[in-house]
């Protein structure tokens, strides 16, 4: 009996003891610590929240295979970094190395598995040279400089068709866009311009043939429809001009610029021309400003562009330039 009881305090003393022993270990682990083998010290833990698409993909971390599939949480890491690999079949695999932070979630939930197979289709039915797509129209543009002609068909390929002829004697194409009423196009070259119609009804005085623009006393660098699919905004290397696409338009110009090949985009929503051009300051130095032209679609406005001086119009940070 004296033995039995001897046991019992022994086993009683002994669970004190695993219990004070144990206890920093169970607080740590209740507050979202956990015993870093590395440092030999408690630390905050993190997790790793993956989210793949599609879902299913099997989990790897650090190699060892995680039982659940994404979407899924990897909780009470300790801080560090970790490689992960996500695996589904019939997808390309997807590696990573992922840093996790104490007490805080990575989240990995932007991660698309694509296909080992994926879904290409070819749209052309004949050979071409570059391609213009059209998403509001839901048309794609193909351009054969080889034998001068312009096909369209819809997003699939279909309704493939040929809708206008290059002109003959057109130099090799630099560029080319469609207008805003998807009537016709420009094309152009250092020296020429060229209009093609695709549809002659309309309201202006267009021309069944081809309309031509002649440059030679300049280098064209880029081309621009206006959003009336009637003017073109023109970069050479001297000049921002606007022109109408019509037989024997006579560009009127804007801006006369410094450098020799201004970058440029053009905003046909608000029909704004953005440029870059050189200046010279009072102490010889050369910069780059940066220029916007507002070019109104207000036709009464370009009316009065094509009438009168440019000088006499206001173009702000413009004054000088070129002087």
């Known amino acids: 009996m004296l033995n039995f009881q001897k046991i ?27 015993f870093n083998a590395r440092t030999l010290r408690f630390s905050k833990t993190g997790l790793i929240y993956i989210k793949t698409q599609p879902d299913g993909a099997k989990i790897y971390l650090n190699g060892k295979l995680m039982p659940a599939r994404s979407p899924a949480s990897i909780t009470e890491l300790v801080p560090g970094v970790y490689k992960i690999a996500l695996e589904l079949a019939q997808h390309y695999p997807w590696r990573g190395e ?75 194409i630099t560029g ?59 970069l050479t290397n001297k000049y921002v001009q606007v022109v109408e696409s019509r037989p024997r338009a006579l560009p009127i110009n804007l801006v006369k610029l410094n450098k020799e090949e201004a970058p440029a985009f053009y905003d046909a929503k608000e029909d704004a021309l ?6 010279r300051s009072p102490n010889g130095s050369i910069y780059n400003n940066l220029y916007k032209l507002e070019l109104n679609s207000d036709l009464y406005l370009l009316g009065i562009l094509m009438t009168q001086p440019f000088h006499a119009l206001n173009l702000k940070g413009k004054e000088g330039l070129g002087e």
């Open 8 to 34: 019992r305090s022994s086993l009683f003393y002994f669970s004190v003891f695993l219990f004070f022993i144990g206890l920093p270990f169970i607080l740590a682990f209740a507050l979202g610590y956990k």
């Open 98 to 172: 992922i840093d996790v932070e104490a007490g805080k979630a990575s989240r990995f939930d932007k991660i698309i598995l694509f296909p080992l197979r994926p879904d290409l289709a070819q749209l052309n039915q004949e050979r071409f040279s570059s391609f213009r797509i059209d998403t509001e129209k839901r048309a794609v543009y193909y351009l054969d400089q080889e034998n001068k002609v312009v096909y369209k068909s819809n997003l699939d390929g279909g309704n493939f068709e040929d809708i206008a002829g290059l002109p003959d004697k057109f130099a090799q």
């Open 176 to 234: 080319w866009d469609i207008s805003a009423d998807k009537k016709k196009m420009f094309i152009f070259n250092n020296h020429q311009i060229g209009v093609i119609f695709f549809d002659t009804g309309s309201d202006h005085d267009y021309s069944d043939s081809p309309v031509l623009l002649d440059y030679s006393q300049e280098k064209i660098i880029n081309v621009f429809w206006h959003s009336d699919s009637y003017h073109l905004i023109v």
């Open 274 to 279: 953005y440029f870059s051009d050189s200046q």
